[in-house]
């Protein structure tokens, strides 16, 4: 959490954390700090960043082996009607 203070401010926790702010001097904190230090009177500095633009996956091109013997599941499968042969 990024917190920015209008005045100098000296933040203690009472685990024994402390940190002390400058006026106008933004700093990173833990959310912990940050909330203690809210409670105090810092205020919370949000900064505006924009999202990047998410990167196009390419598809690549399947490669088949045209040499292989196994043939197409389709020629495999051969249907016979039973009844024609009687």
Same mark, same amino acid.
């Given at each position: 959490m990024k917190i920015k203070a209008n005045k100098d401010l000296h933040?203690?926790?009472?685990?024994? %954390? %402390?940190?002390?702010?400058?006026a106008?001097?933004?700093r990173?904190?833990?959310d912990d700090l940050g909330?203690?230090?809210? %409670?105090?009177?810092a205020v919370e500095d949000k900064e505006?960043?924009?999202a990047p633009k998410p990167?196009?996956?390419?598809?690549?091109k399947k490669k088949t082996n045209k040499k292989t013997n196994t043939?197409?599941?389709?020629e495999a499968f051969i249907?016979?009607?039973v009844a024609e042969k009687e």
């Open positions: 933040i203690t926790t009472t685990w024994g %954390a %402390a940190i002390f702010l400058k106008g001097e933004v990173e904190v833990g909330y203690q230090a809210l %409670a105090q009177g505006v960043v924009a990167v196009s996956k390419k598809k690549a043939p197409d599941v389709n249907e016979v009607d």
